[in-house]
């Protein structure tokens, strides 16, 4: 009886750990971690690190911006500035074992002046570069509408590799 009562025991335990690891981002000794990349408008920062917390569940979110965000650089075919932010985020999945990247472009860009329809083209193209790029990672991208100054809403572009 204690033989097959442990048995359950051990069975139940690795299920739970089988569960546990499906749901949670992977944790490092000081959290897990997702990464944010965007533009660095200061009126989406906020709104950013606080959707890529409630999407990602991770205790911590790597936060890549640039004027324009990836959009611009990967626009200009700047291979060197193209290097430089690969080499971020493979800094936040190497090293901090970020699982997500979320990327994310907005309305009333500065820094990429540019229609919603090129802006959502390129959030599909910066997808599939990264996703490329870091294949066990999910990649999710963006558009953030502007509704009114404090109220912007997140409709997703695209989403690879669902975790």
């Not at 493979?90 to 229609?115: L, N, R, T």
């Not at 390129?122 to 990264?130: F, S, Y």
Request: glycine residues 6%; hydrophobic residues 40%; charged residues 25%.
């Amino acid at each position: 009886m204690k033989r097959l009562f442990g048995f359950f025991a051990l069975i139940f335990l690795i299920g739970a750990i089988v569960l546990m690891s499906e749901k949670a981002p992977a944790k490092l000794a000081h959290g897990s971690f997702a990464l944010a990349i965007s533009c660095m408008d200061g009126r989406i920062q906020e709104l950013v690190l606080k959707h890529t917390h409630e999407l990602s569940g991770a205790d911590h979110v790597d936060n890549i911006t640039r004027r324009g965000g990836i959009l611009r650089i990967f626009s200009e075919h700047n291979a060197q500035l193209e290097e430089d932010i690969l080499q971020d985020v493979a800094v936040s999945v190497q090293k901090h074992q970020s699982e997500h990247i979320y990327v994310f472009s907005h309305e009333q860009c500065a820094g990429y002046p540019e229609s919603e329809e090129i802006h959502r083209a390129g959030l599909h193209r910066i997808t599939r570069i990264l996703k490329k790029r870091f294949t066990d990672c999910a990649v999710e991208s963006f558009w953030i509408k502007r509704n009114t100054d404090e109220d912007w809403n997140f409709l997703k572009v695209d989403t690879i590799g669902q975790r």
